[in-house]
Nanobody, 125 residues
Framework: QVQLVESGGGSVQTGGSLTLSCQIS????????MGWFRQAPGDVRRGVAG????????YYADSVQGRFTISRDFAKNTLYLQMNNLEPEDTGIYYC??????????????????WGQGTRVTVSS
């Protein structure tokens, strides 16, 4: 059974930075495509960034393009999300998720099989 555990959330001011981590256990992380999702208060869970098994193909929501970077370290079985120049609109609970390659769209939460418990990010103005 694949388990995902996020860490690294916190409270920052506008313009600040955070790095989220997602530790993967139960299977080699390179087995899956991975994604980061954000759920703001009162909103659905939305795709923020995705990365394929080859680590070369990465995808971002328009709202974070140029500010966020997704990466993965197979040796550490860890997924990362580097978040720079944070804005209040980035506030929410961030989840990492895993899906088999070839299934659906990186930004569609329905295509993911495994989820972490989430880590909260709060950006104040």
């Amino acid at each position: 059974q694949v388990q995902l555990v996020e860490s690294g959330g916190g409270s920052v001011q506008t313009g600040g930075s955070l790095t989220l981590s997602c530790q993967i256990s139960g299977a080699p992380s390179q087995t899956y495509c991975m994604g980061w999702f954000r759920q703001a208060p009162g909103d659905v869970r939305r795709g923020v960034a995705g990365i394929y098994r080859d680590r070369l193909r990465t995808y971002y929501a328009d709202s974070v393009q140029g500010r966020f970077t997704i990466s993965r370290d197979f040796a550490k079985n860890t997924l990362y999300l580097q978040m720079n120049n944070l804005e209040p609109e980035d506030t929410g609970i961030y989840y990492c998720a895993a899906r088999p390659e070839g299934r659906g769209d990186w930004a569609d939460a329905r295509d993911y099989d495994y989820w972490g418990q989430g880590t909260r990010v709060t950006v104040s103005s």
